[in-house]
């Protein structure tokens, strides 16, 4: 959807959809934004266990506060479901949404434990109903040009990739508790872009860490700073290094090359304004938090819901794509205690 | 402020301000975004002289249809007005919105002949209302911290600058008719982002134009493609460029060097991402449309509004500073003519 | 010449030039480091009034201190001349190089005074000897590589040109006092430029300047920082700007756009490594003397140089184009004084 | 030394040291230019087992040529040697300069064998010559200001280190038969670029490869593309990747990050001229030979060369460096085989 069309979107002549959201914490406040700005969709209902911050974000965008899930799965004022409540309620509410035969995009993770995701995702796909996992990065405007540079063959076939994924600040102790590890919390979203890009699973992986930024996170069985390194069926090797925090803002990168050449997707410089003083050139830097990086995927992202609600067959994340990046994340964390490269095992197809 | 800000904005505790809105063409439409995704400001009522438009661009936002200019100036409901109607309507709205005692935000020129926009400055000062004029691109992050820069002393004592300033595609005859000629029309933009930076007017102006672009541009006393210089009392020399068409996209660049350093505003690459094929490097290029390249500075340009509005005080590009560009661009097509360097004439201090 | 193939030219087959040298000051020696370095040259004899600058330099590169100039135009060992004497006497050793028949590049500008390069120019071109002038520029790769992207037609029809060239530190008022003029000393090398990239001359030309940087420089009627604008037949514009002193090293930069596109040869960074921290990067800047960033086009030139000697029609900038420059700094230097565009007058053609 | 410097050399007062090569090849070539250009060194005499290619090379730089390896040592004329033969001479030659008491400079490795090797390392250190090897990408201006920068601090503890080593063109079977694999040919100057920036050694390493370019590398053992782990004392992690023929000219880059920063060596575009057209930017891309991208490293090797011959103390690669590198290759090429994180064995102090 072009700038220009955006502004002239007053014109559109099909109906809007109405969507509710569940979760009104600080990603629900983003979709509700999304929703609000999208000119084909409308926010319905919003649902929060914590009834003020439902009703604070109901009351900016015009909509009606659910006081239950039922409210919104069961009103036939809601077209589709945007579930961005803890991690720990997903796999109900989407089962929930599934039954009413309401489509709905959720939060990765599906759930928090394999076997429930693997249960939720047979379920949804009997219910027959459109589902998809929220890997907004994917439509990022720079990760997709490059995924469409790597379809085209622009760089032939691929030899090595590079994903960079590295936050300003660490979260707290008690997010990292809850977080499922690094690999999983922030990995699993690079994990998918490595598997999207390179169209192919990779079949082992080695992954090495360390808490060289809070000692504490060892407590949790986690780590602050990670290399991996993924194998792919087609040989090519790939290579992702995460971090909790950066002393110079968020860094996003990515990079393939293959036999043909590199595409790269350079990390975005918001401001970009130079100072040349004496032997130097002062630049402006990198985006400080990082949800300033991602801002423009929401936006995006339902923008390609609805597009995949409207015309069926069209490419949206599935939530099997998010068992595939968990799966990818056990076998990291295995690794990383046997700091040995570990298979990785996909039997969860279903 | 900040973007979290922004997602967070459901929580703010002062009364909203509701803006009226004149005009519901292109700009309009922008504005009338703006206001609606403003966690401050409620669009009120929309007046255009094209009913329909008026409708349709309401309808999209939830606001009123007014019948006439007077249902906006005369509503109790009303807080601020934006004027995006066509030019030679600006003055006698911003007229009528100051006789109702209701601040406004024009879009410039203030009006076509220099005499009656005079008029109008004075007319406004004596109702005392605030009222500012759209130099919006004031507002573009890079140029705002470009002139910070400059006023923070970072190049020492400004010796020398440059403006770039290229549409990506020329607009129609029947626009040109109207525009007032390439130097007003996209030149007062940068003539006020000249002296704002420089902190001074500029008292000589020499211009140099052709028609290399469309020759029937001639026709009507217009060129297509300039080089303008400005002599401005500290000594310094500004040099601007225009052109109405490149082959490759909305360039616009500042570069301001002194006796302690240079800074520049460099050309935004809205998607880096970058090729590497034999012996080259493709990279995505330029904003392919004018409206891209500045979208960001609407919302911006609002906020500042509101803050002006809520703070007086704070700096916002006044009518005052609308009859400064005016005026360099009146002496710069009497250069255009005679081919020497001009005097530029301020005597119109209200 | 590839780099590869200056490592492997111990194999050159041609037989060896042996180019002598008059002048060993500054320019002097770098001209005999590329000669000594040079496969297919050698430095056979050296003569400057000066005794022991050029016996150090001989003795340095194993070549002839000559006790007179005729001790190098008489000579049978000498097969060309280099001449990087002072201005004031090229004139007269171009004169003596053509009549002993020794081609001879020459250092710009060919004499102090118009008429005088004039007769010179006539007489070398009847004397038949090869003979440049010294505009080592057009040899910069970066500058050669856009002139063939101008002249392959890659950016249309050329309608704006844009020349910077600032140097890192001013001369000194001795320096001043002898150069001519900042149009002169520095502008002729750029105004030749602009000719060969647009592949036409000038027919008019506005400078403005000033004394930002030293005052003193009044006295001798020059200016330290300058705006200069040139008007082409075609109706393309061009811009120069001109600096005595930056703060923050040479800065040389060529940009020109045209009906297909722009190309621009950008300020190479030396030490292209850039350090990120909180919210900026640091990188590391220009050159920082005016013969850091250009010292590669000295052994380029000669290297053209010997290509035109060994292959009669390759082109190489000749005695004329040493007028052409010092015709279109004439004028401007007029311009400077009169505040308005100057003819420019070509009628010396010889 | 500065550029300016290197045209003013010709005043030196020192005396002039008297450099002999042992070996004609390519890059014996290359240190023969640098002897003859450096104005503190003077090229004495060149053998090689190919007599003609020692004549050759001899004259072009007006040296003597040497009838056998005896010839060199046994010269009161030879100040230092460099060694530039064939790997399998190596050690014999290093140990033969040794008992002459000649210090010299040996291209990498020392020996084909580890003990080998070490044995030759204490020889060397028993005769108390000055010896260095030929690392000569720690002269490189981007990796010496980036280890520069590392050492000062400016990026903290260090956390993460990426290297990346990819040539243009693929070597030769028979190349590649005699190279050692490409852990120990290419690999080893990267291995030692990251101790020396890191300031420690690696205590294990993860090699993962393949043959995507080339598969009959495969029967010598081979890999083309390689990603390499490293775990460092203190904790940090450092990845490298190796690739023998990119698509897009000869990449080499570094970065670093810490708890402070990051800084980053990218690749340096030799002509930085871009071209604008539509909606994208063509840019000249990368060094197209390895040569091209790390020329500039020679003459800065044998600088400082000279500089540890003059003064006793000053830091140059020594011997030592050479089989750290080594051991690191090995463990490196364990790792391939067994697809497991290896130890690194440095139990060869000597």
Redo the contacts between chains.
């Keep these: 959807m072009s700038?220009?069309a955006?502004?002239?979107?007053?014109?559109r002549s099909g109906a809007v959809l109405n969507v509710s959201l569940v979760g009104a914490g600080?990603i629900g406040?983003?979709h509700a934004?999304c929703i609000a700005?999208h000119?084909a969709t409308r926010l319905a209902a919003v649902f929060d266990t914590d009834e003020s911050a439902a009703s604070?974000?109901a009351?900016?965008h015009?909509a009606r506060v659910a006081g239950s899930l039922g409210e919104i799965t069961g009103s036939g004022e809601t077209d589709a479901v945007v579930i961005a409540s803890s991690t720990d309620s997903h796999g109900e509410i989407a089962r929930a949404c599934a039954r009413a035969g309401k489509p709905f995009l959720c939060e990765k993770p599906l759930d928090t434990h394999r076997d429930a995701a693997v249960e939720t995702v047979r379920y949804v796909r009997e219910a027959g109903v459109l589902a998809g996992i929220g890997f907004n990065r994917r439509f990022d405007?720079?990760y997709a040009?490059?995924k469409r540079?790597v379809g085209e063959g622009?760089?032939?076939?691929v030899?090595?990739m590079?994903l960079t994924s590295?936050s300003h600040a660490p979260p707290t102790l008690d997010y990292v508790k809850k977080s499922g590890g690094q690999l999983r919390d922030k990995g699993s979203h690079f994990f998918d872009l490595a598997c999207w890009i390179a169209g192919e699973r990779p079949t082992e992986i080695?992954a090495?860490?360390?808490c060289?930024?809070e000692p504490r996170f060892a407590e949790y069985g986690d780590v602050d700073?990670?290399?991996i390194?993924l194998?792919m069926p087609s040989?090519?090797?790939c290579?992702l290094?995460f971090?909790r925090r950066?002393?110079?803002?968020a860094?996003e990168r990515i990079e393939v090359?293959?036999?043909?050449?590199?595409?790269?997707?350079?990390?975005?410089?918001?401001?970009?304004?130079?100072?040349?003083?004496?032997?130097?050139?002062?630049?402006?830097?990198?985006h400080?938090?990082w949800?300033?990086r991602i801002?423009s995927t929401y936006p995006a992202q339902l923008a390609a819901f609805v597009e995949a609600l409207e015309h069926p067959g069209r490419e949206f994340p599935a939530l099997i794509d998010g068992l595939v990046a968990e799966a990818i994340a056990d076998a990291g964390m295995r690794s990383l205690r046997t700091?040995?490269?570990e298979p990785i095992d996909y039997e969860f197809d279903v």
């Design positions: 700038t220009t955006s502004i002239d979107a007053g014109t600080f406040r983003v934004q700005a000119a604070a974000l009351a900016r015009g405007r720079q040009a490059l540079a622009e760089v032939g076939r030899e090595m590079h590295r080695h090495a860490g360390a060289l930024i700073t990670a290399m390194l194998r040989g090519a090797l290579h290094n971090s950066t002393a110079y803002g860094d090359s293959g036999s043909g050449g590199r595409v790269e997707s350079r990390h975005p410089i918001p401001v970009d304004v130079a100072l040349y003083r004496g032997d130097a050139i002062h630049q402006k830097g990198l400080q938090h949800y300033e801002e700091n040995r490269p």
